[in-house]
Structures are given as structure tokens and as C-alpha cells.
């Protein structure tokens, strides 16, 4: 959904929900803090980041993939 966007603060923030709503059952299962981040990281360029504890994964979505 969002390689067809505009790239814009709405699919920034778009983003940065899939990205929450995705790890919502790891969260509570384990009781754990989540931290999730979106930013425009360029033309057509979206970096999504998620941080559990000293774990750091982070998914570039482009238009261009």
C-alpha cells in the first residue's frame, strides 16, 4: 500500500501505524515497550524502524523497488 503512495506526512504516519499494528501482539504477549519510528528518507522513500529493548529493526519502502 504504501510503494503507491505520494510519500508524504500522511503515509509517514501511515507507515509508522502498519509498522505499530504489526508488532501489537508481540508487545502484549511478551509485556514489552516498543518504540516505532517512520521518516521520509528521500524522494519516494519511506525508512520504518522498530526498537524492543537493544533490538533495532528497520524496512526502507520505495517506489522504486
Avoid: F, P
Avoid at 11 to 25: F, H, P, Q, T
Avoid at 30 to 57: F, K
Wanted: net charge positive; aromatic share 6%.
Amino acid at each position: 500500500l504504501l510503494a503507491r503512495g505520494k510519500y508524504d506526512e500522511m503515509d509517514r504516519l501511515l507507515g509508522a501505524a502498519y509498522a505499530d499494528e504489526a508488532i501489537a501482539s508481540i508487545r502484549a504477549w511478551w509485556g514489552v515497550t516498543v518504540t516505532v519510528t517512520a521518516a521520509l528518507a528521500g524522494r519516494n522513500t519511506l525508512q520504518i524502524g522498530c526498537q524492543i529493548g537493544a533490538v533495532s529493526i528497520s524496512r526502507t519502502v520505495s517506489a522504486a523497488a
